[in-house]
């Protein structure tokens, strides 16, 4: 079973809307959460990094939040354009060496 | 500066014959990562690579996969006598000298590997 959950597994949006996708995890010892963005046929890219201290983040207009106790993380997209079609992907990283789980992702799609 | 660089970006072999995928991290980076993609599936690690070590291998098939990571020279995972199975996206990050955790990793373009 995957330790990292994304949903909804697919949604599209009108270009201008916000949404928000989710993320719960069962990883442990955790360490940090991460939110990368993958374009179609690339390597992913990284949106932000958090703690387990830190329960908001921000990257333009991208803003996570983490609540460690319900081990639940959202990433919000605010005024959605068409270069953020794309799969989002929730990735946990252990404590120890950082190894990484990964979410099998949102894919994002952002109508005209 | 620049990022992570994989070759080839697409590789197809037959059914028995090797294949032999590259990564050259970002300057200034020790440590390599290997992950596979599976069609509609999230990455899933492979192994962990420091120059000349082999740190964490524990998501690396015991068959015909091996990695490493010279001291000069580009990562490379090797799968020997490919099957159908192991068509998917092999995708390398490096990163800086140790973080512990905290270790951001940046990720390059992939090779989509296709085996007929």
């Known amino acids: 079973k995957n330790q990292v959950e994304q949903s909804p597994q697919s949604l599209i949006i009108l270009e201008g809307k916000n949404c928000t996708l989710q993320?719960?995890?069962?990883?442990?010892?955790?360490?940090?959460l991460r939110w990368y963005k993958q374009d179609t046929g690339r390597g992913p890219v990284s949106l932000t990094i958090?703690?387990?201290?830190?329960n908001t983040k921000s990257n333009g207009r991208y803003t996570a939040t983490l609540d460690a106790d319900t081990k639940q993380s959202s990433l919000h997209i605010t005024a959605s354009q068409l270069s953020d079609s794309a799969s989002y992907i929730c990735?946990?990283?252990?404590?120890?060496?950082?190894?990484?789980?990964f979410g099998a992702g949102t894919q994002v799609v952002v109508t005209p | 500066n620049a990022g992570v660089m994989q070759n080839p970006r697409h590789l197809v072999r037959r059914r028995g014959q090797e294949a032999r995928l590259r990564c050259s991290p970002m300057?200034?980076?020790?440590?390599v990562y290997w992950y596979r993609q599976l069609p509609e599936e999230g990455l899933k690690f492979m192994v962990y690579?420091?120059?000349?070590?082999?740190?964490?291998e524990s998501g690396m098939p015991k068959e015909r996969f091996s990695a490493e990571f010279p001291k000069e020279g580009p990562s490379i995972l090797r799968i020997q006598q490919v099957v159908r199975g192991d068509s998917a996206a092999y995708f390398c990050?490096?990163?800086?000298?140790?973080?512990?955790?905290?270790?951001?990793?940046?990720f390059g373009p992939g090779t989509r590997l296709t085996v007929l």
């Open positions: 990050a490096s990163s800086p000298p140790d973080r512990g955790s905290y270790n951001e990793q940046f």
């Open positions: 993320c719960n995890y069962t990883v442990s010892p955790f360490s940090n």
């Open positions: 958090m703690t387990f201290s830190e």
């Open positions: 990735v946990v990283s252990a404590r120890s060496w950082g190894k990484l789980q």
């Open positions: 300057k200034g980076h020790s440590h």
């Open positions: 690579l420091q120059k000349e070590n082999i740190i964490d």
